[in-house]
C-alpha cells in the first residue's frame, strides 16, 4: 500500500503552484522556510489563509477587494466617462502606480488564448458589454464614453484588444488602444511606470 506524501512534500508541491516556481526553486523555499524562518512561514500561513477567505471581486469592476465594492470604483474624483480594460487586477495596479490615469477600470480576469481553448465566453467580455451599456440615471445616458484597451501587447493581449473594439463598433463608445511605448511582447505588470504613463498619454 503506497504512503501518503509526507508534509515536506506537500509543502513543496504547494510552492510549486505559484507562476514560475520549479521544483528546485520550491524546495530551496520550503527549506529556507522551515530551517530559518519558521515564524515567517507562519506568517505566510495565516496571511495566506485570511487573504483566501476575505478577498473578493469588486461586483463592478472585477478587481480584488474585501468590500462588495472596491474603493476605486467609490472614488466619486474619478473620471467616470473613461473604462480601461485590463486583463488582471496585477494590471490595473501598475497602471494605478504610473499615476497617470484617473478614470475607472474593468478586469477580464484574462485574455483571449484559441490554443488554449479561450474565447470571448471564458473571459469578462460579456459582462464588460453590460458594464458599459448601463445608462445613468440622471442624463439617461451611457455614463462611458471612452473604453481604453489596456492589454498587454502580446499576441494573445493583441487578440484581446481586437476582441473589444469589435464588440462596441458601431456603439458610439470610443475604443482606444496604449500607445506603441509598452515594449511589444511584454507584460504590463512588469512595464516601468515611465513607459506606461507614456503609453497612457499617447493612446490613439
Do not use: W
Not at 500500500?1 to 506537500?10: E, F, G, I, K, V
Not at 474624483?77 to 496585477?90: N, Y
Not at 509598452?182 to 515611465?194: A, I, M, Q, R, T
Request: proline share 3%; with cysteine.
Amino acid at each position: 500500500m503506497a504512503s501518503s506524501p509526507d508534509a515536506l512534500t506537500l509543502l513543496i508541491d504547494a510552492l510549486r503552484r505559484l507562476p514560475g516556481v520549479g521544483v528546485k526553486s520550491a524546495q530551496r523555499m520550503a527549506f529556507h522556510l522551515l530551517q530559518h524562518d519558521r515564524d515567517g512561514a507562519l506568517g505566510l500561513a495565516q496571511a495566506l489563509g485570511d487573504a483566501v477567505r476575505s478577498v473578493r471581486h469588486c461586483a463592478r469592476c472585477h478587481t480584488f477587494t474585501e468590500a462588495e465594492v472596491c474603493a476605486t470604483c467609490l472614488d466619486p474624483a474619478r473620471e467616470r466617462r473613461q473604462l480601461c480594460v485590463v486583463e488582471t487586477p496585477a494590471d490595473q495596479a501598475a497602471i494605478e502606480r504610473s499615476g497617470s490615469y484617473r478614470g475607472l477600470y474593468f478586469v477580464l480576469m484574462g485574455r483571449l488564448s484559441p490554443l488554449d481553448g479561450i474565447g470571448v465566453g471564458d473571459i469578462g467580455l460579456p459582462q464588460l458589454i453590460a458594464r458599459v451599456d448601463r445608462v445613468d440615471e440622471a442624463s439617461e445616458r451611457r455614463e462611458v464614453e471612452e473604453i481604453i484597451a489596456a492589454t498587454s501587447f502580446t499576441a494573445e493581449g493583441e487578440a484581446t484588444a481586437y476582441a473589444i473594439a469589435k464588440a462596441f463598433e458601431g456603439s458610439g463608445v470610443k475604443v482606444t488602444r496604449l500607445a506603441r511605448g509598452v515594449p511589444v511582447g511584454s507584460e504590463l505588470e512588469y512595464v516601468d511606470l515611465g513607459t506606461i504613463a507614456h503609453a497612457l498619454s499617447d493612446r490613439r
